[in-house]
């Protein structure tokens, strides 16, 4: 196996909602690929905790872009979207093709836990990942075609999924430090 395609797909111009571009599966996935994505995972809490450090409590509740999640919510939706995503990869593991509950995820970035203190969903989304990144380190090489079954998108491999949430750490953290830039914090 041998890396053919980017992980991310190039943007044009800079995007607000996409600041480091779309997520994009590659066509071929290789031991190298996965070690890299599980590598990002465990670094995801800090890469966060990085984007939030020193930010007031206004600074937190300002959109990342107009329309958009404030900073704090983004931070509890990462954690939420995580949790969802580990146990996914369990339910994949351990029964065929499962079907997995879809969820609202801007009625989640709404309810009154997404304006607890960041420093929540940080701690949640490092201890998260220390046991995401041990349960991934574990799969054989012929469990990451595994699939779970997505009501509204159909069936999901593992491996692809891995590349998608190491993404998509990456995608709010940078929606973060984006802002920041912008606004000169």
């Known amino acids: 196996m041998s890396h053919v395609a980017p992980e991310v797909a190039p943007e044009v111009a800079p995007n607000l909602s996409y600041p480091i571009g779309k997520y994009a599966p590659p066509e071929v996935i290789d031991a190298a690929m996965l ?7 465990a670094t995801t809490a800090v890469h966060l905790r990085e984007a939030v450090a020193g930010l007031s409590n206004a600074q937190l509740d300002t959109p990342y ?3 958009g999640w404030t900073v704090r919510q983004t931070v509890h939706h990462v954690a939420d979207s995580h949790m969802n995503a ?10 065929e093709n ?3 509950s879809a ?3 801007p009625d989640w970035a709404d309810l009154a836990d ?5 420093e929540v969903s940080l701690i949640l989304t490092e201890t998260l990942h220390q046991r995401m990144v041990a349960l991934l380190r574990s799969v054989k090489p ?5 699939t779970f079954r997505h009501p509204e998108m159909g069936n999901r491999r593992i491996d692809v999924t891995v590349g998608l949430y190491a993404w998509h750490g990456k995608h709010h953290a940078a929606h973060i430090t984006e802002l920041r830039k912008r606004n000169g914090w």
């Open 35 to 41: 070690e890299a994505w599980i590598a990002e995972l």
């Open 65 to 67: 872009r107009p329309g």
């Open 86 to 95: 580990y146990i996914r990869f369990k339910l994949a593991l351990t029964e």
């Open 98 to 100: 499962p079907v997995i």
């Open 103 to 105: 969820y609202s995820q």
């Open 114 to 118: 997404s304006q607890l203190p960041v």
């Open 142 to 146: 012929n469990q990451w075609a595994r």
